[in-house]
């Protein structure tokens, strides 16, 4: 198998119908250097890192790209202020350098710098303290492309966020981080990966190992969607599966080198003219910060908990305490609280830390390993979001001895996503973009920050139907085009792909994606060829699911909203709890 073939069966990092097809077929045919499972962050970044290092790559996530942890964060790539305080000052110059590296080379488009105000609460010691925390974070990731802290007296932080009680600050300090769709992001990374010649195949189970003699050769596959199962063999495979290391480690039936647990985080949505506010918000809360963060132009993400998670790791639950517990630390400083009312979003997501020896999420290991299981298997758990270039190149290195050919140095440093390259001139070309394509600017903005130069692919399949330039109705946010091109090219195959992940519509809409569900069923069916039954089924299913996250979102604990959520229906129904098999 050649490189060109590769690059044939998923051009331009398409992931569409035909490509899947495509990347089925070779699944089951071809002899893999790496086979990644697990389609979040880390495992598209690992099959990016291997792909460009000149090595036969194949990934199959079991449901959609970041379905799990990768689309339920804060929606930060940021260093980490809080672990200044930890003195866990490796992990904080790591994230900054990679915070930079973003900004400027890889995702330019995808990362965006986002000011944040420190309101402070104490005199005479907390300015001097704060502002030398700030002055390491402001110099320990190198050469910066943010401004630095700025220090404010009260009437000057009242001024740029007038939603605050007087009485809750004695004056500010405002930094720099940036906000990042994450479901986006880790899509753009697993696309690049395809650009490069991996294999990227979602809806696709591992369902056990293929061994000879003590030696990991591969693993046994299930595809989701019709139940087909094939063998994928490769020299050796990195399960990159976050939350779900310890049970996919079961399925090798190898001891593993490490534990993960889940610490479970909830944010709630609300819309931007609830708090008056021209910059984001760090507030200290008893255990930990909470972060008041500006969502496109209409919203504010708030969050998050920390709280241990041991139920269903698919679809972590947010409870009528997890919402109050936030209500109750941002009202401490708003003018006008905000109630459940307000609330048009949520979502739980699971942070996979390294267990340690304390009971306390909050203090385990945000740092990453990995490790060689046995011959042919690694692992890697742990980390953070914004460190998953650096665990990708870390975990492909450890899978280097098992790899018959030399393994050249990472150089992920250097490749930009795709949509990286040609966004700043698009920017500047926006009207001229604007006037070709016949819809506003601020339209032809919006998607360049969510595809870069990816934008005229996006509004070239409106060439033959001018409507699909169209907002979707109860959506408007978002163009028609939009859901048709993420079924053409980024790999959505169900409802729930689209208005969860490739949109965000699920949190940005009180009606959380059920008043356009059937707009958005049939704007896809013609790519996903699915016909009145096929619709039917898709907009029940998503319907359900939003009814069953509701729901639970009333009740008092983790158990019983876990209960409400589990018992919806899933998209995909092959999908099985992992048990281990004989080969």
């Not at 947010?318 to 609330?343: F, G, R």
Request: hydrophobic share 40%.
């Amino acid at each position: 198998m050649t490189k060109t073939s590769q690059s044939q069966s998923q051009p331009s990092g398409d992931l569409g119908p035909a490509t899947r097809d495509a990347a089925w077929e070779r699944l089951g045919r071809d002899h893999f250097d790496v086979v990644v499972i697990g389609g979040g962050v880390v495992g598209a970044g690992i099959a990016l890192d291997a792909a460009t290092r000149g090595l036969e790559v194949a990934l199959v996530e079991a449901r959609d790209l970041a379905s799990g942890t990768s689309s339920r964060s804060s929606k930060m790539f940021h260093g980490g202020l809080r672990y200044l305080e930890q003195l866990d000052f490796g992990l904080v110059r790591e994230a900054l350098h990679e915070r930079e590296l973003s900004l400027k080379t890889l995702a330019p488009h995808l990362v965006k710098p986002l000011r944040f105000l420190y309101p402070l609460t104490h005199r005479l010691w907390e300015r001097p303290y704060v502002a030398s925390g700030l002055m390491l974070y402001d110099t320990m990731g190198g050469a910066k492309s943010v401004p630095g802290q700025h220090h404010l007296t009260r009437s000057a932080a009242l001024r740029l966020a007038p939603g605050i009680r007087r009485d809750a600050l004695i004056g500010g300090v405002t930094y720099y981080d940036t906000v990042v769709d994450d479901a986006r992001h880790t899509m753009t990374v697993a696309r690049t990966a395809a650009h490069y010649g991996a294999v990227i195949r979602t809806s696709t189970q591992v369902v056990g190992f293929v061994r000879e003699a003590d030696r990991v050769v591969g693993v046994a596959v299930r595809d989701s969607e019709d139940g087909r199962t094939t063998q994928v063999r490769g020299h050796v495979v990195i399960n990159a599966t976050g939350v779900w290391t310890d049970e996919i480690q079961a399925l090798s039936r190898q001891r593993g080198r490490f534990n993960v647990r889940a610490s479970k985080g909830v944010h709630i949505v609300v819309p931007r003219d609830r708090i008056a506010s021209d910059t984001a918000l760090i507030l200290r809360t008893p255990t930990s910060v909470l972060f008041v963060i500006p969502w496109g132009t209409s919203h504010w993400i708030i969050g998050t908990t920390d709280t241990d998670w041991n139920l269903d790791l698919a679809h972590p639950a947010a409870t009528k305490a997890d919402i109050a517990y936030l209500l109750e630390q941002v009202n401490q400083v708003l003018v006008t609280p905000l109630t459940h009312e307000d609330i048009q979003g949520v979502y739980a997501g699971l942070r996979p830390l390294l267990a340690g020896e304390s009971d306390e999420t909050s203090k385990l290991s945000r740092e990453h390993a990995v490790a060689r299981i046995c011959p042919g298997l690694v692992a890697i758990a742990g980390g953070k979001y914004t460190t998953y270039r650096v665990m990708a190149y870390d975990a492909v290195d450890v899978a280097a001895p098992d790899i018959p050919q030399r393994v050249s140095p990472s150089i992920t440093e250097k490749v930009p996503l795709l949509g990286a390259d040609g966004y700043f001139a698009l920017l500047n070309q926006a009207p001229q973009l604007a006037q070709t394509y016949g819809v506003h600017p601020y339209r032809i903005e919006h998607l360049l920050d969510r595809y870069g130069s990816l934008v005229t692919d996006v509004l070239d399949l409106a060439a033959d139907d001018p409507d699909l330039l169209q907002p979707i109705t109860e959506s408007p946010t978002y163009l028609r085009v939009e859901a048709v091109y993420a079924a053409t090219a980024e790999g959505a195959l169900h409802l729930d792909d689209i208005l969860a992940r490739r949109t965000r519509i699920s949190i940005e809409y009180s009606h959380r994606g059920v008043a356009c569900a059937e707009e958005t069923a049939r704007l896809v069916a013609p790519v996903l060829g699915w016909n009145e039954e096929r619709i039917a089924r898709e907009v029940a299913t998503y319907n359900a699911r939003v009814d069953a996250e509701i729901r639970s979102q009333t009740q008092p604990d983790d158990i019983s909203a876990d209960a409400l959520r589990a018992a919806a229906p899933e998209p995909r129904p092959e999908i099985l709890e992992p048990v281990p098999i004989e080969d």
